[in-house]
């Protein structure tokens, strides 16, 4: 199946599916989805859109937790989709802290390259960046992707700060997007 760029939705992880946590999500059970994100997934996929995820997870370099942790977090989020009716098509996660010296640790580009890579898309230019920080936008931003900001997670403060985000749409969640995003508009 072919996609296009204008059909694909890239969402962050932590403060988009699910809860945020300052201490970061370090367990399954710390693993806590918005059930309204993963129904808006699910919409978004029988809509005819390609969902894929691009999440910072420097809890890895920092030992707060394992990569069969992670794996564990990212096989529940699918089973939570697919029983919901829908499908991610690609999970790509930065496991680098932030003095790494990385390529893939969101502000950089690396993360959305590499669902570009798995996808087989020429550009990302005209996708949907949807996250709860600045670095998520800027990320999106620098490929082409439109940005969209959800007040969740880190979201409202990000939008109180009102920096950089002069091209973002401004959405409550995830499922605030979809509504919006599948209807018609003029």
Known sequence: MSISAQKLIILDRDGVINQDSDQYIKTLDEWIPYPSAIKAIARLYQNGFTLAVATNQSGLARGYFEEDTLTAMH???????????????????????????????????????????????????????????????????????????????????????AQGLEQAKIFDDLAAFADWLLTPHG
């Open 75 to 161: 096989q529940q989020l699918n089973h939570l989709v697919e029983s919901a009716g829908g499908k991610i098509a690609h999970i790509a996660y930065c496991p680098h802290g932030p003095d790494d010296h990385c390529q893939c640790r969101k502000p950089l580009p690396g993360l959305l390259l590499e669902i570009q890579q798995q996808l087989g898309l020429a550009s990302l230019k005209g996708s949907w960046m949807v996250g709860d920080s600045l670095r998520d936008l800027q990320a999106g931003e620098s490929q082409g992707c439109l940005p969209v900001l959800v007040r969740t997670g880190k979201g409202r403060p990000t939008e109180e700060k």
